[in-house]
């Protein structure tokens, strides 16, 4: 049978008495020592646990990101000169021939 919580101590500091306990890791902590979170009651070292996950995937989303950002990069310029080019394919040789000023 387990012991109440009025004996038990904090696992941080074995001085003081615990006030709860983390419904995560199952040890008792005292006041200084737990937190709450999403309504519930629980101890630093499983709130880091829990907050280190959701950056991870962050992270990766991240490059992702930027490979896409850089991907539509690239293709913006490569299709900005693309329509240059089309342009400049459209004038006629006259033009670049002086002969295109003498018809007026």
């Not at 539509?72 to 459209?90: D, H, K, N, P, S």
């Amino acid at each position: 049978m387990t012991p109440s919580l009025a004996h038990q101590r904090c696992f941080n500091h074995v001085q003081r008495e615990a006030v709860a306990k983390c419904p995560v890791c199952s040890h008792y902590f005292c006041r200084e020592c737990i937190t709450e979170h999403d309504d519930r009651v629980i101890c630093a070292s499983c709130l880091v646990k829990i907050a280190e996950k959701p950056q991870l995937r962050r992270r990766a989303l991240a490059g992702l990101g930027r490979l896409a950002a850089c991907f539509v990069g690239v293709f913006a310029t490569w299709f900005f000169f693309y329509l240059i080019g089309q342009a400049l394919l459209a004038i006629p040789a006259s033009f670049h021939d002086g002969t295109f000023w003498k018809t007026y």
